[in-house]
């Protein structure tokens, strides 16, 4: 009977995750943002592929937003399905801590401008 229970244990626990990315990929989706999951992308494993190869976390998705609204959307979706977010850009973390695992990476290749506002004095984006 023990072992029944560890069982059950083992196995509601590791349905969390994958509800999670469930919850995640349909929020992500109904926000319009351009996304890969593992199970519904051919291309999720070039889409994580990093230049640390030693340290290969797996996220749970990866989402493209667009426009600054789309990074919103992209956040309150994760924090919804409870899971950890990184930004990305080019992937040349030695940790590769863009790439957070069973969270959601926020892939920052859309952003090519920067804006300063003499108002506030503050700048939006940046462009290494």
């Keep these: ?22 919850d995640l990929e349909t929020c992500l989706e109904t926000a319009g943002l351009i996304t890969s999951f593992p199970e519904t992308n051919a291309s999720f494993p070039n889409d994580i592929r990093s230049w640390q190869r030693r340290i290969t976390p797996t996220p749970a998705g990866v989402a493209w937003p ?5 990074v919103a959307a992209a956040l309150a979706c994760a924090r919804e399905a409870k899971v950890l977010v990184a930004a990305r850009d080019g992937g040349h973390c030695y940790g590769s801590y863009s790439l957070p695992t069973a969270g ?5 290749t859309h952003f090519q401008n920067v804006s ?3 108002a506030t004095g503050l700048t939006g984006a ?3």
């Design 126 to 128: 940046a462009v290494w």
């Design 66 to 70: 667009r426009t600054t609204p789309e």
């Design 116 to 118: 300063y506002d003499d």
């Design 104 to 108: 959601l990476t926020i892939n920052m």
């Design 1 to 22: 009977m023990v072992h029944l229970s560890s069982f059950v244990a083992f196995a509601a626990a590791s349905l969390v995750p994958f509800t999670q990315a469930q």
